[in-house]
């Protein structure tokens, strides 16, 4: 069992930047692939980034080039750095993790555990 509790979201204009964390419990955090997904209202949950335990990367194309996932095994932490928000950013961003290594890192479904979420609000 992975409890998951996402920090760092909040206000910011266009342009400027936010880093997200996400803490797991447990003792083999190092074995379970991480990943970000956001949500905004009235639309399907998106990919925007996930870091495998050999920490391998990978991105939604809306983000690419402007948000970096990282991990910290040590203290069990998957931060994702974000840059040159966009209002179209806005959304809650939710983490998930799963054992080993998905089959296929870009559906929600791959993830058997979420945290709570945290909002991101960019204003233009």
């Known amino acids: 069992q992975v409890q998951l509790v996402e920090s760092g979201g909040g206000l910011v204009q266009a342009g400027g930047s936010l880093r997200l964390s996400c803490a797991a419990s447990?003792?083999?955090?190092?074995?379970?692939?991480m990943a970000w997904f956001r949500q905004a209202p009235e639309k399907e949950r998106e990919f925007v980034a996930a870091?495998?335990?050999?920490?391998?990367?990978t991105y939604g194309d809306s983000v690419k080039g402007r948000f970096t996932i990282s991990r910290d095994n040590a203290k069990n932490t998957v931060y994702l750095q974000m840059n040159s928000l966009k209002p179209e950013d806005t959304a809650v961003y939710y983490c998930?993790?799963?054992?080993?290594?998905?089959?296929?890192?870009?559906?929600?479904?791959?993830?058997?555990?979420w945290g709570q979420g945290t909002q991101v609000t960019v204003s233009s």
């Open positions: 998930g993790a799963e054992f080993g290594q998905p089959r296929l890192y870009g559906l929600d479904r791959s993830y058997s555990y």
């Open positions: 447990g003792r083999t955090f190092s074995t379970y692939t």
């Open positions: 870091i495998s335990w050999s920490g391998g990367t």
